[in-house]
């Protein structure tokens, strides 16, 4: 199985408002770079739609490394996902947020063999920080502006 190692960033600009997100895909000796936004998002779906982008990039199953810098999504994917598909994608309180880019990212995690990293965001992490370059061209892009 290939390996992989995906980094991700999203954002939005104010939040809710426009996002962008990036990703950074390594394998190999390549390099992939990926990047879109929305003109009307939140920071945790511009989150969630790296990572599902990202995934989505691969061809075949793969054995991924995925960082992100999101904590609604690294607790989500590893701790919350199966109370709520236990619960018919109901949390403890009421709906699941995201429910259409959760199950989403689901259908994603299927197919790979995933490892989940959370990496603190805006401290020098090389790839972390060029994800947030990417989303913030997107935002700049989308704002008419890049």
Request: hydrophobic share 35%; charged share 25%.
């Amino acid at each position: 199985m290939q390996k992989v190692i995906i980094y991700t960033d999203g954002g939005c600009v104010p939040n809710p408002g426009v996002g962008g997100w990036g990703a950074v895909l390594m394998s190999g000796g390549h390099r992939k770079e990926l990047s879109g936004g929305e003109l009307d998002s939140t920071n945790n779906r511009m989150e969630l739609t790296a990572a599902i982008e990202a995934l989505r990039a691969l061809k075949r199953p793969c054995a991924v490394e995925l960082h992100t810098d999101s904590q609604y999504v690294m607790k989500g994917i590893t701790e919350w996902i199966a109370g709520w598909k236990k619960r018919g994608w109901r949390s403890k309180t009421g709906e699941v947020k995201n429910v259409d880019l959760w199950q989403a990212l689901d259908a994603e995690v299927q197919r790979h063999d995933i490892t989940w990293g959370w990496v603190r965001g805006h401290t020098g992490v090389e790839e972390n920080e060029r994800c947030d370059q990417l989303a913030e061209a997107e935002i700049a892009r989308l704002r008419g502006r890049g």
